[in-house]
């Protein structure tokens, strides 16, 4: 049988040349980002902004958009967001926060309630107060950040500070295009969200480290030759394998997008997105940034890469 | 590499079978579950993984005890004692008890009593914090005497934080009574944070009826209507159901902890529905005093600060036991019973979260859940067969382990399965064969360079293994912060995805490397089939 191979044999493109191209283009997206973010801005959800979330399902079939459109200004609610989705009886429902803390909110509810559960059912619902959104972002915020953190001191534990430091940046441009997928999508930013951003986090780690480990293992072989063309030499060797997990990770993330319903929807796509950029950073910012951060694989850094290697040594069981 | 020994390919098949047996419960119909169940001696773990609430529908919410409102009634206690230690003494005041919003100040007519009085006042503070433990910290009350005669009391913070604990507590066993009450299953109510209530219904059609019983203090008193030409300070105008004010004596007759019973009924007359209830001794006889000095008065029904109904007085009621009728339906008379039953709240609770899912959407969303793992997982299934050919067979059988061994350990850790939880595990899929991939790519390279085939499987399995366990390490330090920071379903994502990346590495390492070993042994290949 004739296996399917993704990647030609023994590639050798000269991913370092393009470093020229790559970091140029990802400033600009990393710019491009940041604007969007100040100045288009995110849709964020109810878990960060506050507010309620009704959705609604018709009873005879076909829900009466207008009616619900005007529900805000009719009960005196503010802006009603109403979203249909897929057929003509699903709708979902969203009002801001209402002013007079916790307990108005849940006042809001009960007035939608009573004006629409005649006609439809009333599938989910979710209210959240003003403290909690804030608590919510808070966590949020934490998490993100301190997962950056523990990785940057686990890289530098298991490797050179050089790899850690171009790791976090390679993390970091990949949040911030993360970041701007959403403003640009203006796709629902809530706690999914954030889980997909800490997964985009660790998925892009993990393809920085496979590249990263192979960079190591390659320095130790060929103490002589020039960072550029050993770098290039270690992403042309795990080239098939990054092509190919990003494969089957795209594979089970279209399964999720096409099939997984709309309430994860946002997260699906999300990290559709950032497993594509994760890819590309690993290869086209991380790498080259170790020749920018000035990794020399002769002199003074073979002692230490000796010194580590030493160290490593009696490494645990397999 | 080929030697493999038998004990480890045992303790790897008896592992795979443990973890059928463990998702098994899960995968089967309801009524061959509980068949087997009864067969079974009560301890065996036979228990389908529990579902969360977005898949199986059901009620969370969060409530958060007002403090405000528990301040304010500790600074009112306060000042009523005070006033009760001036009387005893018979310490005059001069210009009456001044309320702040943390405490209350008095100002002696005589500067002389204060030595008198000063060692009564200290004595109302308690000790905070948990005596159990000898940490008795500050007291509740700080009191400052002034210049001439000028005493203050405040309630200090740890009074309050001790008092929103207790309330807190409190709260949890009134919760639990009514929301039983309700008949719902396996109810999870707890305590989050220092002053806020968790309560999780699962399979739950109706939430108003359960905010209606969680939102309401429930505080039932028995006053009389003030008369016309009542001294106006005893006495406030207090809101009717029916609409418009009623004046009412603030000094209460009979309180809601005085009764021992409530229950939904119908009144014999009208056949409107009512609330019958019935005194303990001391309300019984509370309530006899106050009647039979009263006939011909209204009198009215407090609850909440609402007055439900202001009847006349016919005759006195020694009976211990009477009837709350106020234009009720007959499920507000019910939820009123059950109200009352259960006792008030000590505090007012305010709901600051709340995510309900209908059973529809619940199901809705497990089918969509499994519809994306089954097509996911054909997808990557098929991939890994036209990729690896032979290879990709062993990684498929160690992808099917892997989606077993993470249901196996969801039930055995009790974790609950959410629907960013399924995305978790989709996702899992697609990564658990990143380590397969690593090495099978690691031994095509070894082998092109020239080693032989044996040679060729030992380093690639070897060297791989390193950028596994880096690889995935950062991985679970992303899933283990999610897990600590996120709530609800995205903790069930977090869970999915930290056991999908324990589980993956046992499977596509070990279970891979014993699989072509065997094959290997038999197969006997000339030529590596990747």
Redesign the interface.
């Known amino acids: 049988?004739k296996?399917?191979?993704?990647t030609p044999?023994?590639t050798k493109f000269p991913f370092m040349r393009f470093r020229r191209v790559s970091y140029p283009f990802s400033a600009v997206m990393s710019i491009i980002s940041v604007l969007l973010f100040i100045f288009h801005g995110m849709n964020f959800g109810i878990d960060f902004a506050g507010g309620t979330v009704l959705?609604l399902?018709a009873k005879n079939g076909v829900a009466d958009v207008a009616m619900l459109r005007n529900l805000g200004d009719n009960l005196g609610l503010g802006g009603v967001e109403v979203q249909a989705f897929g057929n003509q009886s699903d709708v979902t429902l969203r009002f801001g926060l209402q002013p007079g803390?916790?307990?108005a909110?849940?006042a809001a509810?009960?007035k939608v309630?009573a004006v629409v559960q005649d006609g439809y059912?009333?599938?989910?619902?979710?209210?959240?107060?003003p403290?909690?959104s804030g608590e919510l972002v808070q966590?949020?915020t934490?998490?993100v950040v301190?997962?950056i953190f523990?990785?940057l001191a686990?890289?530098w534990f298991?490797f050179e500070w050089q790899f850690a430091v171009a790791a976090v940046i390679a993390t970091m441009h990949d949040l911030l295009l993360t970041v701007g997928f959403f403003s640009l999508t203006q796709l629902e930013f809530n706690?999914?969200s954030?889980?997909a951003i800490?997964?985009i986090?660790?998925?892009s780690?993990?393809?920085t480290?496979?590249v990263l480990?192979?960079i190591r293992?390659m320095m130790r072989k060929y103490k002589r030759m020039p960072t550029d063309q050993l770098v290039d030499m270690s992403i042309n060797?795990?080239l098939?394998?990054t092509l190919?997990?990003a494969?089957?990770?795209?594979?089970?993330?279209?399964?999720?997008v096409?099939?997984?319903?709309h309430?994860?929807r946002s997260?699906?796509l999300a990290?559709t997105w950032g497993v594509c950029v994760a890819v590309y950073s690993s290869i086209f910012i991380c790498s080259p940034m170790l020749i920018y951060l000035g990794l020399r694989t002769d002199g003074r850094e073979r002692a230490s890469t000796a010194e580590q290697a030493t160290a490593e040594a009696p490494?645990p069981a397999? | 590499m080929l030697r493999f020994a038998p004990w480890k390919i045992i303790s790897i098949l008896a592992m795979t079978f443990m973890a059928f047996l463990l998702v098994l419960p899960s995968l089967l119909p309801e009524a061959t579950r509980t068949s087997i169940q009864s067969h079974l001696p009560h301890w065996a773990p036979f228990k389908p993984i529990t579902l969360g609430l977005?898949l199986q529908g059901g009620a969370h919410v969060?409530l958060?005890v007002d403090t405000p409102s528990v301040l304010k009634t500790q600074v009112e206690n306060l000042r009523d004692d005070v006033r009760r230690i001036m009387r005893e003494e018979r310490v005059g005041v001069s210009g009456g008890i001044g309320m702040s919003a943390r405490g209350v100040q008095v100002r002696l007519a005589n500067p002389d009593d204060m030595a008198k009085v000063l060692p009564k006042l200290r004595a109302l503070g308690q000790p905070t914090g948990n005596v159990m433990l000898g940490a008795a910290g500050a007291s509740s009350i700080d009191v400052t005497p002034g210049e001439g005669g000028l005493i203050q009391l405040s309630v200090t913070e740890a009074g309050v934080q001790d008092k929103v604990r207790r309330a807190v507590d409190q709260s949890i066993e009134v919760l639990r009574r009514r929301i039983d009450a309700l008949g719902a299953t396996e109810p999870n109510i707890q305590r989050q944070g220092s002053d806020r209530i968790l309560v999780q219904v699962p399979g739950l059609q109706d939430?108003?009826r359960l905010?209606e019983l969680l939102?309401s203090t429930a505080k039932l008193e028995f006053r009389l209507v003030a008369e016309p030409g009542a001294n106006p300070a005893d006495v406030e105008n207090l809101p009717q159901v029916e609409g418009g004010t009623l004046p009412v004596e603030k000094q209460v007759m009979v309180q809601g902890e005085d009764l021992t019973d409530a229950q939904p009924g119908f009144d014999q007359r009208t056949s409107e529905p009512i609330v019958n209830f019935r005194f303990n001794i001391r309300g019984g006889q509370k309530f006899a005093d106050v009647t039979t000095k009263n006939v011909g008065k209204p009198f009215a029904i407090v609850l909440d600060g609402k007055v439900i109904s202001a009847p006349r007085i016919i005759s006195p009621i020694t009976g211990g036991s009477g009837q709350i009728s106020g234009h009720f339906t007959v499920e507000s008379a019910n939820n009123l019973a059950i109200l009352l039953r259960a006792g008030a709240l000590p505090a007012k609770l305010?709901?600051?979260?709340?995510?309900?899912?209908?059973p529809?959407?619940g199901q809705?969303?497990i089918?969509?859940?499994k519809?994306?793992?089954y097509?996911?997982a054909a997808?990557?299934v098929a991939?890994?067969l036209?990729?690896?050919?032979t290879f990709g067979v062993f990684a498929n059988l160690a992808l099917a382990v892997h989606i077993l061994l993470i249901f196996a350990g969801m039930a055995m850790i009790g974790a609950t399965l959410t629907?960013?939880g399924?995305?978790g595990i989709?996702?899992t899929?697609?990564?658990a064969?990143?380590a397969n991939?690593?090495i099978y790519?690691r031994i095509?390279?070894e082998n092109?360079m020239g080693r032989s085939i044996l040679s060729s499987l030992d380093a690639g399995f070897?060297?791989a293994?390193?950028?596994i366990v880096?690889?995935?390490?950062?991985?679970?330090?992303?899933?283990a912060?999610?897990y600590f920071?996120?709530?609800g379903?995205?903790r069930g994502?977090?869970v999915s995805?930290a056991l999908g990346i324990l589980t993956s590495i046992v499977t596509a390492v070990t279970m891979t490397r014993m699989m072509i070993a065997v094959w290997y042994r038999y197969a006997r290949p000339t030529k590596l089939p990747?």
């Open positions: 049988m296996l399917l191979r993704l044999e023994n959705e399902r803390g916790d307990a909110q849940e509810v009960q309630r059912d009333i599938r989910r619902t979710e209210v959240v107060g403290r909690v966590s949020g934490l998490g301190l997962s523990a990785v686990y890289l298991r706690t999914t954030i889980a800490l997964t986090v660790g998925y780690l993990n393809e480290v496979v480990d192979r293992e060797a795990v098939p394998r190919m997990t494969t089957t990770v795209l594979l089970a993330l279209a399964a999720l096409f099939f997984g319903g309430v994860i997260f699906s990290m490494e397999r | 977005d969060l958060e939430t108003s905010k939102g305010t709901i600051v979260e709340e995510r309900t899912v209908g529809g959407l809705d969303s089918d969509a859940g519809r994306a793992a097509v996911g997808l990557v991939y890994m036209v990729t690896y050919g629907l960013p399924i995305a989709v996702l899929i697609g990564m064969v990143d991939v690593l790519e095509r390279e092109h070897k060297r293994f390193a950028t880096d690889s995935n390490v950062t991985m679970f330090v992303a899933a912060i999610l920071l996120g709530a379903p995205v994502f977090a995805l990747i």
